[in-house]
């Protein structure tokens, strides 16, 4: 059993508050053969520098930048190692220092933390997060293979050698311990492909039904094809500084906090533990659920739950004063590789409780219009599409999570998804029927979700408004 040590639980605390200012991304395709990836980093840069309305020129911001964060999950798919030093001297940032940073699935999120901490602790005033993924230079099945070597080789990836197989058991588990109706993970990718046909930057939209989900294709058993999310390539960026430049760069700044977490590759090897409670969790919820596990011969995280997700929230909202986050968050970006991730993640950030993650889907609260009340949801989620409607470039996950949350916040969905000239800008129609995914009622916080693997590295971020 996992059992924590004096100052393993300390809450990360920073020398000065980190602001965000500004996001950028390209938009994200199976296929991007007619851009370099340099260029679709540049897309990115630009796009952060040019479009956030900053009070300064763009050259004038990018002068201020002194360390940059680049995330990127394999240097197998363009065949380049140290990418990340091409990418910033094509950026033009030489001689200026930069990391590379790589945590899987979670290198999104990582790359902001480590951007973060570069700010919070001096090192720098005014730093670059930019993510990338180049996946359309091998074909699908070797991708996943490259992937599916992200699982442990001892044990988890000659069972497999998809990553769908790893979700699979999953899957299977979390329906088995909780009674969860397949209909449900259904509900999830139809939710979130269509909220992706509202965006400019989405690979996969799609306006679907439940019954056509479940008569899809399986990938991995339960797993259908509508419930994976796919390859993709592209980038974001984010710039991230101290809160004397974030006032002088924008009149609306957000505040951002983050943390991880890390757990064993060894899905199938998770040692017990007891449940790390969340602000506003007892002892108490709990014991109906420790009963049911040991009748199932279950323990926590066993295969139901991601440990590092809950411990990266465990220390995330109690660096950013969450105390209850269905009431606290306004919105949320889970990491939705697979139906059955979003799904877990609810009970792992305690938008509900563990067990009661179908029900909080089905009572409307995930979307931005509940459609049990007709009004907005409590804390809805994925509005950008997420990552089954629109993208999963690996290395720019995280960041494209972040930036769609502080959008949110800035209000500007609008003026980054609605505009028809964005769509023009990827070679695409506005459609007829586009829908304005807004957050009404001034939303204050929100949370996003960086996840690797099955979950071997988590960071969860929490951005406020601040002005």
């Known amino acids: 059993m996992i059992k924590f040590g004096k100052g393993n639980l300390r809450i990360p605390k920073w020398t000065r508050p980190v602001y965000a200012v500004a996001g950028g991304m390209t938009d994200f395709r199976k296929k991007y053969p007619e851009k370099k990836l340099e260029e679709l980093t540049m897309m990115a840069f630009r796009m952060m520098l040019e479009e956030n309305d900053l009070k300064m020129d763009p050259l004038e911001i990018k002068s201020l930048i002194n ?28 001689l200026l220092f930069n990391i590379g940073v790589k945590t899987g699935g979670a290198t999104g999120g990582s790359t902001i933390l480590s951007a ?8 720098a005033d005014c730093c670059l997060a930019l993510g990338w993924e180049r996946m359309d230079e091998v074909i699908t099945w070797t991708g996943n293979y490259y992937i599916s070597t992200a699982a442990c080789k001892d044990f988890e990836t000659r069972l497999a050698r998809n990553y769908a197989s790893y979700y699979a058991p999953m899957a299977r588990r979390f329906q088995e311990m909780y009674g969860v109706d397949e209909r449900v993970r259904a509900e999830i990718a139809v939710k979130n492909r269509g909220y992706a046909c509202n965006s400019p930057f989405s690979q996969q939209p799609g306006k679907h039904t439940i019954e056509e989900v479940l008569a899809g294709e399986i990938v991995s ?22 809160e004397e430049l974030a006032y002088k760069l924008t009149d609306k700044p957000v505040k951002l906090y983050t943390a991880g977490g890390s757990h064993t590759l060894r899905t199938g090897d998770r040692r017990p533990m007891e449940i790390p409670l969340l602000p506003h969790e007892t002892a108490g919820d709990y014991e109906k659920l420790y009963k049911d596990m040991e009748k199932q ?9 991601f440990g590092a997700t809950r411990f990266a929230a465990w220390l995330c909202y109690r660096m950013a004063g969450i105390n209850n986050p269905i009431e606290d968050l306004d919105l949320i970006e889970t990491h939705d590789a697979f139906t059955i991730s979003d799904l877990q993640t609810y009970g792992d950030v305690g938008l509900t409780l563990y067990g009661d993650e179908q029900e909080y889907v089905r009572s409307g609260d995930c979307y931005l219009k509940n459609p049990k009340t007709g009004k907005q949801g409590k804390c809805p989620s994925n509005l950008s599409g997420g990552l089954l409607g629109s993208m999963h470039a690996v290395g720019a996950t995280g960041i494209f999570s972040a930036t769609e949350i502080m959008w949110q916040l800035q209000g500007k969905y609008d003026k980054f998804h609605g505009d028809p000239k964005m769509w023009q800008r990827f070679g695409k129609k506005k459609p007829a029927d586009w829908e304005s995914l807004q957050i009404q009622n001034n939303p204050k916080k929100g949370c996003y979700v960086s996840h690797a693997g099955v979950g071997s590295h988590v960071t969860v971020g929490v951005l406020e408004k601040a002005w």
């Open 297 to 305: 011969k279950g323990r926590w995280p066993g295969f139901e739950s």
């Open 67 to 94: 360390f940059a964060c680049y995330g990127e999950f394999a240097d197998h798919f363009q065949d380049q190692l140290l990418c990340e030093a091409k990418v910033h001297d094509y950026l033009g940032l030489d």
């Open 116 to 123: 973060a901490s570069m700010v919070a602790s001096g090192m």
């Open 221 to 242: 058993d339960p797993l259908r094809f509508l419930e994976c999310c796919a390859m993709s390539v592209g980038s974001a960026a984010m710039l991230l500084c101290t």
